[in-house]
């Protein structure tokens, strides 16, 4: 984009829309060290080159590195999300040895089990340590007579994968052995996901003594007395989300839920199958103070499906229920609440979540086999390619990958690219979607796809100029597509070429539900373009952990976008002088443009010399209503005291900016040429509103 409107430019121009993973809306929190994301300095997914096998190296697929959705995913506590120990090694454990050894281990892990594992003495839990993923290897983990005990102040652990089973002792409603799959007395930020967890002494999962922050999604829960009990204190802090599971043959806690402060329950099956010996006493219990909401669940066969005690607020929404009897309950006199106050996420429809939950439950040969679409369905299988410019993947380039990718296919293609620099230019066309660009090392660092081209200059077939979006290193033009890990740069020398245009975009999606997860995205003007397949249609961004740097309109374009828990760094000009504007969106009337939220805005520039943005109206167009709205973020000194600015002859004040708790030295409070929202205005403008019916994940 140029100083005063962006010159004209040649290709087509770009798209627009709305979340659910591990990367959620939270609670807000500013990130408040300079340059540095909370996750820390180098936050990475793992790949080939990063990984450790016991003593063998070995790759993490990816859902290892996958984060939580729900509670689990919000920032509190002192901790960002949910991610496990994707900051650590990757390891494959066959004995109890092994796992306990890595389970226990203070660094983190992923820690992947590839074989049955039979606990000696019978009724043992592995006291699991902070910052570790535990995760089976397709459908052959299993931990056979006993668990995980997740202690006081531990943080940060996903479960997934395994097949839990088979402590059980004769007894069935066993008082003397308090042998249970999963056991957390005092965690925090924890995800239970894709498990098999039956049989056991005492109960299939307990959470207890204010354990908070948990997820707990698509779990098959069965063949026990108690399924899931929550409580165990007095306090009413604990906030735990469950959804997509499927509870059966358990007669109590499913779960029984006691003084949760928010305690959200959505799209899980509670089937009791007449003619067994099983008999359910009772479904979903709010006990104490609880606050739930429960919504689009499925109750089939149950005695009793919701129980509500006096003291406890339940809200029912979109429930079905077959064949039940007894109590079913609602209402309260605690104040309502809005899970999406927290988190986005999607709803599956109730009548679907029987046959959904049937298929998608449990440990899967691929997890991302299971991930729910919002429509009842779920999507195939992951292939993965590896490029390797030494020549050891099957390709050498990343375009190759790509080209290699089937036309309108529909299943994931995750493209796992070595560590190194590959200098080329990257399209995903429109009809290859399900495509995800990922850096194979231990850090976004490693892996660089960088090129050089700018809007002015001539195409080697002299065909014209690349305009603006022909310029990209990489471009992402197929829907439900990601680029994770990596660096993307252009490194266009303004310096030597002030004769031509100058915009140079590292980096432009023009589709709908893209993620961009843990990478930097390096250039000066005109650094990541966001637009849409055509301006009629929606294209949503969700950026989080991620760096992006740049100095004149370096966040721009028409889509629907979200930069979370993100750093964003000014850079001088080609000439060493600190001037630019950090947004500039040219928004479609009635749609959202770009959210910046929990992130911080800073960098080696001068003071008071940059704009958070201005109104871009492409070619003069007047139907446009730009939007940029910066929120909860950390503001260095380099923000102008009037952050916003005109361009090519509109006023920013009759399009659509404004603040709302923004911290640091270049922060301001309100005024006529400094918009804040107010806390109503504010409730309508959090990352669930801009992602909508989306909910982004790491498959």
């Not at 996901?193 to 056991?200: C, G, L, T, V």
């Not at 990478?519 to 249609?537: C, H, R, S, W, Y």
Request: hydrophobic content about 35%; overall charge neutral.
């Amino acid at each position: 984009m140029s100083e005063a409107r962006r010159a004209p430019s040649t290709g087509s121009r770009p798209r627009h829309r709305r979340r659910r993973t591990a990367l959620a809306v939270g609670v807000p929190l500013a990130l408040t060290a300079a340059g540095t994301l909370a996750y820390g300095t180098d936050l990475g997914l793992f790949g080939a080159d990063a990984q450790t096998k016991a003593s063998a190296a070995t790759a993490a697929p990816a859902w290892a590195t996958a984060s939580a959705d729900g509670f689990a995913s919000v920032n509190a506590l002192g901790q960002n999300g949910t991610y496990g120990g994707r900051d650590g090694k990757t390891v494959t454990v066959k004995t109890l040895a092994d796992l306990e050894k890595y389970a226990t281990a203070t660094e983190p892990y992923v820690i992947v089990v590839a074989a049955t594992i039979n606990m000696d003495p019978v009724g043992k839990e592995i006291k699991v340590r902070s910052n570790k993923t535990i995760i089976g290897s397709g459908t052959s983990g299993q931990i056979v007579g006993g668990g995980f005990f997740l202690g006081q102040g531990v943080h940060n652990v996903i479960i997934r994968n395994l097949t839990i089973r088979d402590a059980y002792q004769g007894v069935w409603n066993d008082k003397e052995h308090d042998y249970d799959g999963i056991q957390m007395d005092g965690a925090h930020h924890v995800w239970i996901d894709h498990n098999d967890i039956r049989h056991m002494a005492d109960g299939l999962i307990d959470s207890r003594k204010d354990t908070t922050y948990l997820t707990v999604s698509w779990n098959k829960l069965s063949q026990e007395n108690k399924a899931f009990g929550i409580g165990w204190t007095d306090n009413v802090t604990a906030d735990i989300t469950i959804h997509h599971n499927w509870i059966r043959e358990t007669e109590q806690r499913n779960p029984s839920t006691d003084n949760v402060a928010h305690a959200h329950l959505y799209n899980n099956f509670l089937e009791d199958v007449a003619g067994t010996e099983i008999k359910s006493a009772y479904g979903n219990y709010a006990r104490g103070r609880t606050n739930m909401v429960l919504e689009n669940s499925y109750f089939q066969g149950l005695t009793n499906p919701v129980v509500r005690d006096t003291t406890a607020t339940l809200v029912q929404r979109g429930n079905q229920f077959s064949g039940t009897t007894g109590k079913n309950e609602s209402g309260g006199s605690g104040t309502a609440w809005d899970p999406k106050k927290y988190y986005a996420y999607t709803l599956d429809k109730t009548a679907d979540v029987p046959s959904l939950l049937k298929a998608g439950t449990g440990p899967r040969g691929n997890l991302g086999t299971t991930t729910s679409t919002g429509t009842g369905t779920t999507r195939a299988a992951t292939t993965t390619i590896i490029v390797a410019a030494d020549g050891t993947g099957q390709y050498k380039t990343v375009q190759a990958a790509v080209d290699a990718v089937p036309a309108n296919n529909t299943a994931r293609v995750v493209i796992s690219v070595k560590p190194g620099t590959y200098r080329e230019v990257v399209k995903v066309p429109a009809n290859k979607p399900h495509v995800t660009l990922q850096g194979s090392g231990s850090s976004r660092k490693d892996t660089t796809i960088v090129y050089g081209n700018a809007a002015g200059m001539t195409k080697p077939d002299g065909s014209g100029t690349y305009g603006t979006p022909g310029s990209a290193t990489v471009s992402v033009l197929s829907d439900d597509s990601q680029v994770r890990n990596l660096t993307v740069t252009n490194d266009f020398d303004e310096s030597r070429h002030q004769d031509i245009a100058n915009q140079a975009v590292a980096l432009l999606t023009q589709a709908d539900r893209i993620v961009l997860d843990g990478v930097i995205v390096n250039g000066d003007q005109d650094t990541l373009e966001m637009e849409t397949a055509a301006k009629d249609k929606l294209g949503r961004v969700y950026i989080s952990n991620s760096y992006i740097t740049g100095n004149v309109d370096f966040i721009f374009g028409r889509a629907t976008a979200v930069v979370d828990k993100s750093v964003i760094t000014l850079k001088k000009r080609w000439n060493g002088t600190s001037a630019g504007y950090v947004t500039a969106p040219s928004t479609p009337a009635g749609r959202k443009g770009i959210l910046i939220n929990r992130s911080t805005i800073n960098g080696d520039v001068s003071s008071a010399t940059f704009f958070l943005g201005r109104n871009w109206h492409p070619g003069g167009d007047t139907t446009v209503d730009p939007q940029t709205t910066v929120r909860d973020s950390s503001l260095s000194a380099a923000v102008k005291s009037t952050p916003w600015s005109d361009m090519g002859g509109f006023s920013w004040k009759d399009d659509r900016f404004a603040e709302y708790k923004n911290t640091g030295a270049g922060a301001g409070a309100a005024s006529s040429n400094r918009p804040q929202l107010t806390d109503a205005q504010a409730a309508g403008q959090e990352v669930a509103d801009w992602l909508g019916d989306w909910t982004p994940s790491a498959s």
